[in-house]
């Protein structure tokens, strides 16, 4: 079961904004670097974000994360088509001897 | 680049176990650590364990204690992960990553494993 939550969903039309939330606690968030992955459809999940808000190379500047508490949040800026997939947010959990603990997921649609 | 190459798809029978492979290529394995992820039809990612793949001390998540094993051949750039006592619930896509400092960045294809009587 995950220990960080996120919305199921979340929709957007071509050129909006989307803000997917993730939602923890002290054990990871709280205390830990976030990361967010992105998984299209039949594919394997690819780093979208790292340490918070940086971004690998390659990643456009419309997608940025941050994070605040126990909580993080990643923006979609200029919302396009190919956006369509699911997102995770992810970070180390120091409880039950030290996890790696992934969101419940959050499903992006282009309307 | 960084590639993980999995091996392909496997069905067993209740009770069985499965070994996945990965092999790396682009980078220096021994500076990185392999993570392995399943993911269940529908359903979200599930971190199993890593294994450092230079000292080969490994990290199992509580769940898979006594039930995985990680394994890593510097030889070949290739780690393994083997699944015991499989039952239904254990039918998922399951993933390679490397991973270092408390992230994963990149991911292999994914291998199926079905468990079917």
């Known amino acids: 079961q995950s220990v960080m939550t996120q919305p199921p969903s979340a929709s957007g039309t071509p050129g909006q904004r989307v803000t997917i939330s993730c939602s923890g606690s002290s054990s990871n968030i709280g205390s830990k670097t976030v990361h967010w992955y992105q998984q299209l459809p039949g594919t394997a999940p690819k780093l979208l974000s790292f340490n918070n808000n940086q971004r690998p190379l390659g990643v456009p500047d419309r997608f940025s994360g941050s994070k605040s508490g126990t909580s993080a949040s990643l923006a979609i800026s200029g919302l396009q088509s190919e956006d369509e997939a699911d997102y995770y947010c992810a970070a180390w959990d120091d409880s039950l001897g030290g996890f790696f603990a992934f969101g419940t997921g959050t499903k992006v649609s282009v309307l | 680049q960084v590639q993980l190459v999995q091996s392909g798809a496997e069905v067993r029978k209740p009770g069985a176990s499965v070994k996945v492979s990965c092999k790396a290529s682009?980078?220096?394995?021994?500076?990185?650590?392999i993570d392995w992820v399943r993911q269940a039809t529908g359903q979200g990612l599930e971190w199993m364990g890593w294994m450092d793949a230079n000292s080969g001390n490994t990290g199992y998540a509580q769940k898979f204690q006594g039930r995985v094993i990680m394994t890593t051949n510097t030889a070949t750039n290739t780690a393994s992960m083997e699944l015991s006592s499989l039952t239904f619930e254990d039918t998922a896509v399951y993933y390679c990553?490397?991973?270092?400092?408390?992230?994963?960045?990149?991911w292999g294809q994914g291998t199926l494993v079905t468990v079917s009587s």
């Open positions: 682009g980078y220096t394995f021994t500076d990185y650590n």
């Open positions: 990553a490397r991973g270092r400092a408390q992230l994963i960045d990149f």
